[in-house]
């Protein structure tokens, strides 16, 4: 059994990020279709520092556990989705005690088992390779980026002389912009990423999920309750409740099962496994809620005067960039045997 609480400094955090996506929700689709964030929701971002919640005091952050920064990222992301995510995302650096300004992209292998093979090589001090999509939001004067050694994924530091970014081709996540990174020159090893490091990138990661889930059940849910069909309230049809209801357990549950390997990571327990799970478990209820928005809404959830149908390509986009879900599906096979968690991105 787990318990936590959220202390007074994380509810104000939480709260400020909701606050703040509620502000920049009406600029979500001009976002989306110029390719960014305007520049004044950015500074602002910066100056609330939000996007220091992940960044140990140390380097200028906050010094937030996971289970703080997760609650305030799906509080933004509930609110403005892909500003959210745009703003947010890109700052997976920060995770492993980066200071700002600096670029990530995942190259490696993966962990415990899973074979795919590594985009980005590191050998000796020097890294080889490219990421087809990388969330690195803009160019950075430097790059953490993950790459497969000869004994593991390993992390490196590499500055922007080494690293060549190019427009990509996605279906969604607009604001954010699309990048394919090409790394080739000398890099400054930093140790492994082994399952402390994944077990923390999987929890950073799973909050957007949530985010989505729940702006998409809220949109879904008043839309029904305003719609009328043969002189009733669309919602008062089981067609239409029932899908809603099963959206709101599968967000809850998913989200329940993210606190706790948020907290037991925080105890400083192994939670690797869970945190994978916990991922998969985001992934399926944000892909339900939004596919669920669409259907509520009919023929309207595929015109772009809702957000539905974005909503839905931004889910798939953010699930290529944090691993597949059929990958993450075999994670709790590896609950009795660890070492038969294959398909762990």
Same mark, same amino acid.
């Given at each position: 059994m787990f318990r936590f609480d959220w202390d007074d400094d994380s509810t104000a955090?939480?709260?400020?990020?909701?606050?703040?996506?509620?502000?920049? !929700?009406?600029?979500?689709? /001009? *976002?989306?279709?110029?390719g960014a964030v305007p520049d004044g929701l950015r500074a602002q971002a910066k100056d609330l520092g939000l996007l220091d919640l992940a960044r140990s005091a140390e380097h200028g952050g906050l010094g937030l556990p996971a289970l703080a920064v997760g609650h305030a990222v799906a509080s933004l992301v509930a609110e403005a989705p892909g500003i959210g995510t745009a703003l947010l995302l890109p700052e997976a650096a920060s995770l492993?005690? &980066?200071?700002?300004? %600096?670029?990530?992209?995942?190259?490696?292998? @993966?962990?415990?088992?899973?074979?795919?093979?590594?985009? $980005?090589? $590191?050998?000796?001090s020097r890294v080889d390779g490219s990421v087809a999509f990388a969330a690195v939001g803009q160019a950075s004067p430097a790059?953490?980026?993950?790459?497969?050694?000869? =004994?593991? =994924?390993?992390f490196c530091r590499v500055g922007a002389e080494a690293v060549e970014l190019s427009p990509a081709s996605a279906m969604g996540l607009g604001a954010m912009g699309s990048f394919r990174l090409r790394a080739s020159g000398d890099a400054q090893p930093l140790g492994a990423?082994?399952?402390? &490091?994944r077990t923390a990138l999987f929890l950073y990661q799973a909050p957007f999920f949530h985010g989505y889930a729940r702006a998409a059940l809220a949109y879904a849910r008043?839309?029904?309750?305003?719609? +009328?069909?043969?002189?009733?309230?669309?919602?008062?049809?089981?067609?239409?409740?029932?899908?809603? /209801?099963?959206?709101?357990?599968?967000? &809850? !549950?998913?989200?329940?099962?993210?606190?706790?390997? *948020?907290?037991?990571?925080?105890?400083? &327990?192994?939670?690797?496994? $869970? /945190?994978?799970?916990?991922?998969?478990? *985001? +992934?399926? *209820?944000?892909?339900?809620?939004?596919?669920?928005? %669409? @259907?509520?809404?009919?023929?309207?959830?595929?015109?772009? =005067?809702?957000?539905?149908?974005?909503?839905?390509? =931004? %889910?798939?986009?953010l699930s290529a960039l944090s691993g597949q879900r059929q990958a993450l599906a075999q994670a709790g096979i590896a609950i009795e045997t660890r070492e038969e968690a294959e398909g762990i991105a």
């Amino acid at each position: 059994m787990f318990r936590f609480d959220w202390d007074d400094d994380s509810t104000a955090v939480a709260e400020l990020a909701r606050d703040f996506g509620r502000g920049a !929700a009406a600029q979500e689709r /001009a *976002a989306a279709e110029g390719g960014a964030v305007p520049d004044g929701l950015r500074a602002q971002a910066k100056d609330l520092g939000l996007l220091d919640l992940a960044r140990s005091a140390e380097h200028g952050g906050l010094g937030l556990p996971a289970l703080a920064v997760g609650h305030a990222v799906a509080s933004l992301v509930a609110e403005a989705p892909g500003i959210g995510t745009a703003l947010l995302l890109p700052e997976a650096a920060s995770l492993f005690g &980066e200071g700002p300004g %600096v670029g990530f992209a995942d190259g490696g292998q @993966g962990h415990l088992g899973y074979r795919r093979p590594g985009e $980005l090589r $590191l050998a000796g001090s020097r890294v080889d390779g490219s990421v087809a999509f990388a969330a690195v939001g803009q160019a950075s004067p430097a790059y953490l980026l993950i790459a497969a050694g000869d =004994d593991g =994924d390993r992390f490196c530091r590499v500055g922007a002389e080494a690293v060549e970014l190019s427009p990509a081709s996605a279906m969604g996540l607009g604001a954010m912009g699309s990048f394919r990174l090409r790394a080739s020159g000398d890099a400054q090893p930093l140790g492994a990423c082994a399952a402390m &490091e994944r077990t923390a990138l999987f929890l950073y990661q799973a909050p957007f999920f949530h985010g989505y889930a729940r702006a998409a059940l809220a949109y879904a849910r008043d839309y029904a309750a305003q719609r +009328k069909a043969f002189g009733r309230l669309i919602g008062s049809f089981q067609g239409i409740a029932f899908p809603l /209801a099963e959206v709101a357990m599968e967000g &809850e !549950a998913a989200e329940l099962l993210w606190q706790e390997a *948020a907290w037991r990571h925080g105890q400083g &327990e192994d939670a690797f496994v $869970l /945190a994978a799970q916990a991922l998969r478990a *985001a +992934k399926d *209820a944000a892909f339900l809620a939004v596919n669920t928005c %669409v @259907g509520t809404l009919g023929g309207h959830g595929f015109v772009d =005067d809702h957000p539905a149908e974005r909503w839905l390509r =931004d %889910v798939e986009t953010l699930s290529a960039l944090s691993g597949q879900r059929q990958a993450l599906a075999q994670a709790g096979i590896a609950i009795e045997t660890r070492e038969e968690a294959e398909g762990i991105a």
